[in-house]
């Protein structure tokens, strides 16, 4: 083999990977050299004769393993964003060793010793607020990893940990293969009946990527930024059906999807082991386990707030119901309303009340406009200017790599852009880091990435991306701030690595802005004209705004619900997953026609990796928090009011999770949060 490039001091500008020159077969090797020299970094601390002080014991931890770190970083970046048949068997023969080492230090009873006698005398060390953050976060890392077992029981959460790791690996492959193996064919015009010129150059689009350039050919997948607007405008029932259904059961061999990927029983042994890790905690279920460890702090709250959103949405859908219902009765329709129809009606409702039309909305909102939309709103409110650096290559084409610099021009980090859905990508939208900002024994400067699956414009056309398209790429945006705008010294408290229902704060509140008139005033101009987006079109962009909210509101708290339900079962093996979705489904009385934002046999949040399982509440917890939040900009009578804006970078992006979350808020409002915005926000109550 030649030099392994991810063996070298990393080469690229900003100390960026060579991208070029990395490889599936590179991995392995890099990743043996990595854990051998963590390993040698945690037993020099662990072994050490000095007693524990902060400084040798919990900083020094905080600074080891940078370099796996980085690895890891650039592995998952690439096996989620730009993967292939060699990645992927990587990440299978790689789970189990990487969950070994994770054991390996959260299990290792000398260091463990040390960040126990740290903790027991905190009290009495003189610590500074954030480096007593760290230990007490820290110490808590190491006791919900298993730290305090013992013998025979130590043994056996390891097991579980690596079984655990292998078991996600598989979930996630099989979705991928599943939503990339997937595509609905369209021939002649007939096949096209009802889709505007946007959804039939993004399928057109679809169909090249996939080699697929006979004339008048056109594909839809599964990205959710072609199939929500194909079940939207495509006056062909039969493939809307069609669409849906292979949509929905992804990863359910059950429901005439490939045994190959049928994650069924994958996920039945992911809730059995996570029921086993929460009982050697000493917990009833894995929801009190993962609970314990977040704002909300047990399912009492959790089940609080979503029976608090529950019965208004489905009262909300059965008034949209009826509206569509009546639309069905205009046009003579005799088939009742099911999921693939919904949306269809929504859309013919949207124009008949609101004479609001997507295909009216879409020109005015390409892509690259609204890139610069967002980039414009945190230089209004933060000082942050991102500028283009096109000589800088990333994994893909598709990529965009920006310096984040300061409003004196110094850097403040790198912005890692991409934007477009293909085979080899996961479905979905995130962040991530390829470097975490840290002062701990080196000044790193944030390299911070965006994932979208946005359906690519044709060749030579741009992308236009719908009103949700655009809250998503502003979501994911206030993501990426945290993480470029984090002012920390440990890298363990950097950014985004925040307790779960608070980490949707800033993507959530950054959201606002998409909507802002002004900004939209400024930056939505038609593709071709040019032309400002018309005030009247902005105002039935208002009167619209909570239309179909309860449909999606249901559709979200449905899949919170059985999230909740599932991961709180106390028996030790977990039931059919398919029936009891449905049951539970059934009991809380889900309306016909709705279904789930997400089925369980394709739920990543919760079955690709831990972050999310009993935890998929927390997009509506962090809701009450950002609609609150930013009621203090429309208090100030400004949405980009200067003041607003440095108090939460000072006291929400900047510090990270150096701070105990509730804190951090109060320190910001001055009190608690309220859910009656929120709930106005959904139209859910009266504004």
Same mark, same amino acid.
């Given at each position: 083999m030649s030099t392994n490039p991810l063996l070298s001091v990393w080469s690229g500008p900003y100390g960026l990977p060579p991208f070029d020159a990395v490889r599936a077969e590179h991995f392995e090797p890099a990743f043996e050299a990595a854990l051998a020299a963590h390993r040698a970094e945690l037993a020099a601390i662990a072994t050490q004769d000095a007693t524990p002080t902060f400084a040798n014991t919990l900083a020094a931890f905080d600074r080891s393993g940078r370099v796996l770190t980085s690895l890891k970083n650039l592995f998952s970046t690439l096996s989620s964003s730009a993967s292939s048949p060699e990645l992927q068997a990587v990440q299978r023969r790689m789970a189990a060793p990487l969950a070994a080492h994770n054991n390996a230090i959260y299990l290792d009873a000398a260091l463990f010793a040390r960040v126990e006698q740290l903790h027991e005398q905190r009290a009495s060390l003189g610590l500074a607020p954030e480096q007593l953050r760290l230990l007490e976060r820290v110490h808590l890392d190491f006791v919900r990893a298993g730290a305090r077992l013992q013998g025979d029981a130590r043994a056996r959460y390891a097991a579980i940990m690596e079984r655990l790791a292998e078991l996600n690996t598989r979930f996630a492959q099989n979705v991928l293969a599943d939503e990339s193996g997937y595509q609905l064919v369209l021939r002649g015009e007939a096949e096209l +009946?009802?889709?505007?010129?946007?959804?039939?150059? /993004?399928? %057109? =689009?679809? $169909?090249?990527?996939?080699? &697929?350039?006979?004339?008048?050919?056109?594909?839809?997948?599964?990205?959710?930024?072609?199939?929500?607007?194909?079940?939207?405008?495509?006056?062909?029932?039969?493939?809307?059906?069609?669409?849906?259904?292979?949509?929905?059961?992804?990863?359910?061999?059950?429901?005439?999807?490939?045994?190959?990927?049928?994650?069924?029983?994958?996920?039945?042994?992911?809730?059995?082991?996570?029921?086993?890790?929460?009982?050697?905690?000493?917990?009833?279920?894995? +929801?009190?386990?993962?609970?314990?460890?977040?704002? /909300?702090? %047990? =399912?009492? $709250?959790?089940?609080?707030? &979503?029976?608090?959103?529950?019965?208004p949405a489905k009262a909300a859908a059965a008034r949209e119901r009826a509206m569509l219902e009546d639309v069905r009765a205009q046009l003579g329709h005799e088939q009742a309303i099911e999921a693939w129809d919904w949306r269809w009606y929504a859309e013919k409702v949207r124009q008949q009340r609101f004479q609001l039309d997507e295909a009216e909305v879409k020109p005015f909102f390409p892509l690259d406009a609204m890139v610069q939309a967002m980039f414009d709103c945190a230089e209004r409110l933060y000082g942050l200017r991102f500028v283009a650096q096109p000589q800088v290559r990333g994994y893909h084409p598709d990529v965009k790599v920006y310096e984040v610099q300061r409003a004196d021009g110094s850097l403040r980090g790198i912005f890692v852009q991409d934007n477009f859905a293909r085979p080899t990508k996961r479905s979905g939208a995130w962040m991530n880091a390829l470097r975490w900002q840290a002062r701990n024994g080196i000044d790193a400067l944030p390299i911070i990435l965006n994932n979208n699956n946005f359906a690519k414009g044709a060749p030579g056309e741009p992308t236009l991306l719908s009103f949700d398209d655009t809250r998503t790429l502003f979501h994911e945006f206030g993501h990426g701030l945290h993480g470029l705008l984090s002012e920390v010294e440990f890298e363990r408290l950097s950014g985004t690595q925040v307790l779960r229902d608070f980490v949707e704060l800033p993507s959530q509140l950054m959201e606002h802005w998409m909507a802002e008139p002004t900004v939209l005033k400024r930056h939505a101009r038609h593709y071709r004209t040019g032309e400002p987006v018309p005030d009247a079109l902005l105002e039935k962009l208002k009167a619209a705004a909570t239309f179909n909210q309860g449909y999606e509101t249901v559709r979200y708290c449905a899949s919170a619900l059985v999230d909740l339900a599932i991961h709180a079962l106390e028996q030790p093996q977990a039931p059919d997953i398919v029936a009891f979705e449905r049951e539970t489904m059934e009991r809380l009385g889900l309306p016909p026609g709705i279904g789930m934002n997400h089925r369980l046999t394709h739920f990543q949040h919760l079955f690709s990796g831990s972050s999310y399982a009993a935890g998929y509440y927390v997009y509506l917890w962090a809701e009450v928090l950002d609609c609150d939040a930013f009621e203090a900009f429309v208090e100030a009578g400004d949405p980009f009011d200067r003041s607003v804006a440095q108090s939460v970078l000072d006291n929400i992006l900047a510090v990270g999770n150096s701070r105990e979350p509730g804190a951090t808020y109060r320190a910001f409002r001055g009190r608690d949060a309220r859910v009656e915005p929120m709930l106005k926000g959904r139209g859910l109550i009266p504004a």
């Open positions: +009946a009802g889709l505007p010129d946007f959804v039939r150059a /993004a399928a %057109r =689009q679809a $169909a090249l990527d996939r080699g &697929l350039s006979e004339e008048g050919v056109h594909v839809v997948t599964l990205s959710r930024s072609l199939i929500v607007p194909f079940l939207s405008f495509s006056e062909r029932r039969d493939l809307r059906e069609q669409a849906w259904r292979a949509w929905v059961d992804r990863g359910d061999g059950g429901a005439g999807g490939d045994e190959a990927t049928d994650n069924r029983e994958i996920v039945r042994e992911i809730l059995t082991l996570r029921r086993e890790q929460a009982a050697l905690h000493g917990h009833a279920s894995y +929801a009190d386990y993962a609970l314990a460890d977040t704002m /909300a702090g %047990r =399912q009492s $709250a959790v089940q609080g707030l &979503l029976d608090q959103v529950w019965e």
